[in-house]
């Protein structure tokens, strides 16, 4: 990611038409998918920016109304939809929290990740209230992007990007298990599960210099997807994959589409430079709506082609 | 005048076939002792320390030890075979830490059978050359049905095919699920009746505060810092003008948090460092903790491994390094640190992590190279102690007695899942003896000779002992049940805790693949070596038993 800006945006997140922007300047919200945009942390009555650096929502939102933003040194929690913020501090010296993750049966197991650029993973068990760092086998504490099995109920499988590769958990981030790449592909700072990873095993790493990576025996060996050189910022597949084999790469200058689970990339042309976090809250479909955000705290909603 | 020697100091030569029936009723005599322990219904057996006064009995139950604790039997030429066989064993459990009880059956069913044979008219040297022939094909058979365990369910139940006790099998396989194969696990005897663990995050290694004055958590007795430079050596730092250097770098690059790991800080040299402090010339706030390592090469290993974990660079006296030549490529980074009177601790070392794993990997495969038992057991701490976190597991026990069975249970049950996670798994109960014959007969179908059929009959028959011997010490007839396990095919085998036919993956029941591997290659070629010996000569005797493991 750039970093000669100054209101990166660094994650994006839906539900239900109220999407969340986590940014240099602090938490944003918006009610209506997207389209307006209001300071999400008015409540705290901050004197100062509180930059967020990571955003997550509960999969029972509907409900729950909880999100999570990850801050330096912490973790807030809403239990209203964004309107009022409680903190949870994750220890000293403060660490920034990198990356979020929920467990998709989060109502029940109440778990909660959170990567740090410092301190390694911390976990949660009781829905964010307290948390510990769970570092076993974790040898690079750097955390750029954490991924969670869609069936982690069941496999309790975790990925972490790290500096210098991946790391992969199969006990709910309690330890965690190098995971070899091929030399020089590291770090990574995107990766995404395949939402029927259970069966197909299937996972993309995104490199900073080498593009995008490919497993489908749940990071055992890796293939080379041909992406252009650059960062990979961040990777989302259609909810339907690998019914619908449709991968988006956001790379700082380019936003790219496979429609063949990453053999072939097409450049989508999005006016936009510095791109730095997208979200694709409908599904990849053709003509679905997208949300990117850029290193200059722009936050603009696009359609993806219809062919 | 020669003065006349006493029995048991006369020399003498043994011939066969007296050799080898000594030999077969020294090695009965132990094998004997350790049988009944094999398998999830074992017997124990009591050792009774009578000639050392205050020693209480141990109770027994891993071939291994019972092997060590017999120490003579009484026969000299019979104790000569019973010593071989106990060597072998105890070799094996130093090197596995389990499988003895399957290696003596083994080894007794594969001697009994070549005995027989050769006292017929065998070529002795020809039948060795094909048991070994024969070993190397049961290995390749048994490397096809490794496979690698991985969640705490899969894990507890390898524990429960090795301890046969079920809340220490379920804590186990919750710890070695996290720990992983090399992680540091540390058993500990408690008096309670539940057994509990603690997981410690960081790497610690042993050590001392250089001085009290620095404690600055009196709560827990310990000296802490956040964020802090790390200088690591083996110097002893006596000249408070050695310091300088080192302040000058750490005021340049405002250092605030310094943790100086080293054999001695001199008095004077405190002193100076506390006055600067008092008088607000110094900001810089300094712990220090001695050199973990008794010796030299245990200190050298300490201080790279914690270079490499901070990403600084160590001073060694022996490299002619000084305090005075330090640069800022010697300071690593860590997060926090805490020393208190036992321990020095790293938490979150900033250095390079593609350095670390370079370096976990060189000293794994240094692991995995190295036959010497001391060197594995200090490579794997070494490896246990940058993984990242230590678990602690306490024993319970109401006596002491008690405690000493629970523990070395435990640390048996350790060794032996180290081995199996490092290594994999093969099906257990037996079961994955019986299905190397197949092979075995099929390899020595065509066989020409009459030492290669009888060495491809005595071992399929050998590979079926373990088995028989197991479904014996759980009081099943071993007879019916083995036709019933050929009847139900590949991969099914007798649970003897729930009395019937499994599939045994299925069911969860596996040995450890180096444990089985090393039991059947140690008792095989060690038979075969002892179905060679012709001749024995005896130097002295060796007098009589001191102890025997009588069945």
């Known amino acids: 990611m750039s970093e000669n800006t100054q209101d990166i945006v660094y994650a994006l997140q839906c539900a239900q038409n109220v999407c969340f922007a986590a940014r240099a300047s602090g938490l944003y919200r918006s009610t209506d998918g997207g389209r307006s945009w209001e300071f999400a942390y008015t409540s705290l009555a901050l004197t100062d920016s509180l930059p967020t650096t990571s955003v997550v929502i509960s999969p029972d939102f509907a409900t729950d109304r909880t999100v999570f933003a990850g801050v330096s040194g912490g973790v807030l929690y809403s239990l209203d939809g964004g309107d009022s913020w409680q903190i949870v501090e994750l220890g000293t010296p403060p660490s920034t929290v990198s990356a979020l993750v929920i467990s998709p049966d989060f109502g029940r197991d109440g778990v909660l990740l959170a990567g740090t650029m410092e301190d390694g993973v911390f976990r949660s068990g009781n829905r964010g209230y307290n948390w510990a760092a769970w570092n076993f086998g974790l040898l690079d504490l750097s955390i750029f992007t954490l991924a969670i099995s869609p069936d982690f109920a069941a496999d309790e499988t975790l990925f972490a990007g790290v500096e210098s590769g991946i790391f992969r958990s199969t006990n709910g981030g309690r330890a965690w298990r190098e995971i070899m790449l091929p030399v020089g592909y590291e770090p990574v700072l995107s990766l995404a599960l395949s939402p029927a990873y259970a069966q197909d095993g299937t996972l993309f790493a995104g490199t900073e210099s080498q593009g995008v990576l490919r497993s489908t025996d749940r990071g055992a060996t890796w293939t080379q997807a041909a992406t252009p050189d650059g960062p990979v910022n961040s990777l989302l597949l259609a909810p339907d994959f690998p019914t619908r084999p449709y991968i988006l790469a956001l790379l700082e200058h380019a936003l790219l589409l496979s429609q063949d689970a990453g053999q072939t990339w097409r450049e989508y042309p999005t006016g936009l430079k510095d791109m730095s976090a997208v979200l694709a809250p409908a599904g990849l479909a053709p003509g679905a709506p997208l949300i990117i955000g850029t290193t200059r705290g722009d936050v603009v909603s696009l359609v993806l082609p219809t062919q | 005048m020669t003065k006349k020697k006493p029995a048991w100091q006369k020399p003498g030569v043994v011939f066969q076939p007296r050799l080898a029936q000594a030999w077969q009723q020294g090695i009965d005599q132990i094998v004997n002792a350790i049988a009944p322990t094999l398998g999830p219904l074992p017997r124990l057996t009591l050792y009774d320390p009578s000639v050392s006064k205050g020693k209480l009995p141990e109770v027994l139950d891993s071939g291994g030890t019972i092997a060590r604790r017999i120490i003579q039997i009484k026969g000299r030429d019979r104790d000569v075979g019973a010593m071989l066989l106990r060597h072998m064993l ?462």
């Open chain 2, 90 to 551: 105890w070799q094996m459990q130093e090197e596995v830490g389990d499988g003895t009880a399957t290696a003596a059956v083994l080894f007794q069913a594969v001697y009994r059978e070549g005995v027989r044979y050769l006292t017929s008219g065998g070529n002795a040297m020809r039948l060795r050359g094909y048991l070994e022939e024969g070993l190397r094909v049961i290995l390749a058979e048994l490397a096809t049905m490794r496979r690698h365990l991985e969640g705490k369910e899969s894990l507890a139940k390898l524990a429960y095919s090795i301890c046969y006790d079920e809340p220490l099998a379920k804590m186990m396989g919750e710890i070695f699920d996290i720990i992983g194969a090399y992680g540091r696990l540390e058993l500990r005897s408690a008096n309670g009746r539940e057994i509990e663990r603690e997981y410690v995050e960081g790497m610690y290694w042993d050590s001392t505060l250089l001085s009290r004055t620095m404690i600055n958590n009196p709560q827990q007795q310990r000296a802490e810092l956040e964020n802090l430079a790390v200088v690591a050596t083996d110097l002893e730092i006596e000249d408070p003008q050695d310091m300088v250097p080192l302040l000058t770098l750490c005021i340049k690059a405002d250092i605030e948090k310094l943790l100086i790991i080293a054999r001695k800080l001199a008095d004077p040299v405190l002193a100076l460092f506390a006055l600067n402090r008092e008088k607000g010339r110094l900001k810089l706030e300094m712990v220090g903790a001695k050199t973990p390592g008794t010796s030299v090469d245990d200190q050298r290993m300490a201080l790279t491994d914690i270079a490499v974990l901070t990403g600084g660079r160590p001073l060694f006296q022996a490299a002619g390094d000084t305090m005075r030549h330090i640069r800022p490529e010697h300071l690593g980074r860590a997060r926090r640190a805490w020393v208190n009177r036992n321990f020095v601790s790293i938490v979150g070392g900033r250095g390079d992590p593609r350095a670390l794993r370079q370096h976990i990997a060189a000293l794994r495969a240094l692991f995995a190279r190295s036959t010497d038992a001391r060197e594995r057991a200090t490579l794997q701490e070494r490896i246990g102690k940058l993984m990242g976190g230590s678990a602690t597991l306490y024993l319970p026990g109401m006596t002491q007695l008690e405690q000493e069975f629970n523990k070395e249970v435990a640390q048996r049950t350790v060794n032996a899942m180290r081995g199996a996670m490092r290594d994999g798994v093969v099906p257990g109960g037996g079961v994955a003896l019986l299905a190397c014959r197949e092979r075995l007969r099929a390899y020595f179908a065509d066989a020409g000779e009459p030492e290669a059929r009888a060495a491809g009959h005595m071992l399929c028959d050998a590979l079926e002992a373990p088995l028989r011997t197991l479904l014996h010490n759980a009081g099943f007839e071993p007879g019916a049940i083995l036709a019933d396990i050929r009847a139900a095919g590949p991969g099914y085998g007798f649970d003897v805790r729930a009395g019937r036919l499994v599939n045994m993956a299925e069911a969860g029941i596996f040995d450890a693949a180096t444990v089985l591997e090393t039991a059947v290659h140690s008792a095989i070629s060690t038979a075969a070596l002892a179905l060679t010996t012709d001749v024995m000569v005896h130097r002295r005797d060796a007098g009589d038993a001191m102890m025997t493991g009588k069945p």
